[in-house]
């Protein structure tokens, strides 16, 4: 998997509103605000904002209180919604699902190694909430995982 700057910004944009929201349907926050805040580009973010209002995650009201909030409770968005929300799933291959991939029978065990990172990623990516990161509190799955010396060496 490869994180887009525009799951990256998407998902820095939520971790700000949940922040300032303490997790709920609080405040508005403008899109200026947000852009500030996490150094993101203006019209790169209000494009991400329409992707995550077009999947239910963000609302935006217009006006002098207007701006952008959270459509559902934090703890209800993960992370891997977000990514799907702005960059379509988690993994693909020439732009297909893993499943809709074929190959010759040399190459077809080929299709159960990106099944197989597929379910991998859906183990972290599902179970980590954006009130989870605004609340910088990682489900133990995944710290036991960073805590590993492995996890942060590149190969």
Do not use: C
Not at 4 to 16: P, Q, V
Not at 78 to 87: G, K
Not at 122 to 140: F, H, K, N, T, Y
């Amino acid at each position: 998997m490869r994180v887009t700057a525009k799951s990256d910004y998407a998902l820095r944009a939520l971790i700000e509103m949940a922040s300032r929201e303490g997790g709920s349907a609080g405040s508005a926050v403008s899109a200026e605000e947000l852009g500030r805040a996490q150094g993101i580009p203006h019209g790169f973010l209000q494009a991400i904002l329409a992707d995550l209002r077009k999947a239910g995650i963000v609302t935006s009201q217009r006006g002098p209180a207007g701006g952008w909030r959270l459509a559902r409770r934090a703890d209800e968005v993960s992370v891997a919604d977000v990514a799907r929300a702005v960059d379509g799933p988690l993994v693909s291959v020439h732009g297909l699902r893993p499943e809709a991939v074929t190959y010759n029978e040399h190459a077809e065990v080929l299709q159960h190694v990106w099944i197989a990172a597929r379910d991998s990623l859906r183990e972290v990516l599902e179970q980590v909430s954006i009130g989870q990161l605004a609340d910088r509190a990682l489900p133990e799955e995944v710290t036991v995982r960073t805590a590993r010396e492995e996890a942060w060496q590149s190969h």
